[in-house]
């Protein structure tokens, strides 16, 4: 009998790497489910259909012109994407990125420091200030980034770069404590 194939969260091995210092913490998120939606709706708009759907912890984020990331750390559940798409039917589709992209947290008094040695976006509150979004790159790697709390933040990245992107994360959050002591 043939292998059925597993999933494989592609960060499991750094629960035990991760970064957890004075001022900051490094953390991959679960890989519940990730979905894209287009289409002219309004935020407001879109929360209440997710309600619906019962995507209810879920947070959506703009991903640029007329899109929206809807991030959660629950399994998808085939029934609740079909109400969705059900009920976005002539407003906006939706599809999901679940299986391509990995979430990664960082938090904590640092976590600005940190960034700010890999991406250019002013990360300051009164520019950025929580519930922003923003696609950049962090070195070479292509992220989204969203203002989760006051000293937080969630990456969002392409599958395949996320260990590239958190050995990146390490190595500059090394420097960060280094620079903020």
Do not use: C
């Amino acid at each position: 009998m043939p292998d059925l194939p597993q999933h494989k969260p592609v960060l499991a091995w750094t629960a035990h790497n991760g970064i957890s210092g004075a001022g900051i913490r490094l953390e991959a998120l679960p890989e519940g489910y990730l979905l894209h939606v287009l289409g002219a709706i309004e935020p407001a708009a879109l929360a209440a259909e997710l309600a619906k759907a019962r995507f209810t912890n879920s947070s959506v984020r703009k991903a640029g012109f007329h899109q929206w990331f809807v991030a959660g750390d629950e399994p998808l559940l085939p029934a609740s994407l079909d109400a969705l798409a059900a009920a976005l039917a002539g407003k906006a589709f939706v599809m999901d990125q679940s299986h391509g992209r990995v979430r990664i947290s960082i938090s904590g008094r640092s976590s600005r420091l940190l960034l700010s040695k890999g991406t250019a976006i002013d990360l300051d509150p009164a520019v950025f200030p929580e519930g922003s979004a923003a696609m950049t790159m962090v070195g070479h790697i292509s992220v989204q980034i969203a203002r989760t709390g006051d000293d937080s933040f969630e990456l969002m990245v392409l599958r395949s770069f996320a260990e590239s992107l958190w050995h990146e994360l390490k190595h500059m959050a090394t420097s960060a404590e280094k620079d903020s002591a």
